[in-house]
């Protein structure tokens, strides 16, 4: 494919890209901020103790909590333990030392059991929108791009509730990701490389960074035909971006992804 063609390509999916943005969030979205915004935000502490004692868990809650969601803790499964702050108030046969210490309360850590979403069965949590369909050989044309810019890839059973990761120079995916998720993945994680880790200068925000790779990874769906559904714009307002962020790097995600749709083809 010429530069020209893949430019062409890219600038009518940034376009349509632009428009659903204006749509605002889908119902699927939606769904899913609002059951995540259920899920308790753990100190550092906790999330390395949930890491230590299960590396793969993605979203943890306590039993009761699981409850609400329709999901019940499965039979024999153990739990995590966490360290949850309690106050207590002093009994009543001990005197206050002093006058405030009347109604002041005593802070205490206890240790508190939790379990991942793998270890409960019930109704399933919302989820995001896939992309779908089947990226046939383009798949193996974009590891070969990988590969001739230097970077490795690598494959883990688990990346702590990631499906992909960029490490400058090495790219790591989730394994047994279907076909069309992980061309997704990997263009996006590409996408990061080129982008954001090459460059000696200071990065870009998150929204931005989150923002250019997404747009990227649809642009080069979008070339190869596969259905994206309202994936990357889930991704992207998960994120916080918008419109605005996305014409701001207009330049910078159409020629990352239009050099990518041109590597990919010309071999086709």
Not at 223 to 235: E, F, K, Q, S
Request: aromatic share 6%.
């Amino acid at each position: 494919m010429k530069a020209e063609q893949a430019k062409k390509l890219a600038d009518e999916a940034i376009g349509q890209l632009t428009a659903a943005l204006e749509q605002g969030k889908s119902d699927t979205l939606t769904a899913y901020l609002a059951a995540m915004g259920r899920f308790h935000n753990y100190s550092w502490g906790n999330v390395m103790l949930i890491a230590m004692q299960k590396p793969d868990a993605t979203h943890v809650a306590g039993f009761q909590t699981w409850k609400q969601f329709g999901r019940y803790v499965k039979q024999g499964e153990h739990g995590i333990v966490i360290i949850a702050p309690m106050l207590i108030k002093p009994k009543e046969d001990v005197q206050p030392q002093r006058a405030d210490d009347e109604d002041r309360s005593i802070l205490r850590f206890k240790a508190v059991y939790v379990f991942d979403v793998s270890q409960t069965d019930g109704e399933p949590l919302p989820e995001f929108a896939r992309v779908g369909g089947n990226p046939n050989g383009h798949i193996d044309r974009l590891k070969a791009l990988v590969t001739a810019k230097g970077i490795a890839l690598e494959y883990a059973e688990t990346l702590g509730g990631a499906e992909g990761r960029s490490h400058g120079g090495r790219i790591e995916l989730l394994a047994n990701l279907a076909p069309a998720e992980e061309f997704s993945v990997l263009t996006h994680e590409l996408a990061h490389e080129l982008l954001h880790k090459r460059d000696a200068g200071e990065r870009p925000a998150k929204t931005v960074r989150e923002t250019e790779a997404e747009a990227v990874a649809f642009v080069v769906c979008q070339a190869i035909g596969l259905d994206t559904n309202t994936a990357p714009v889930d991704y992207i307002q998960l994120y916080a971006g918008d419109k605005a962020t996305l014409a701001a790097s207009l330049n910078r995600i159409q020629q990352v992804a239009s050099s990518i749709i041109e590597a990919i083809s010309e071999a086709a």
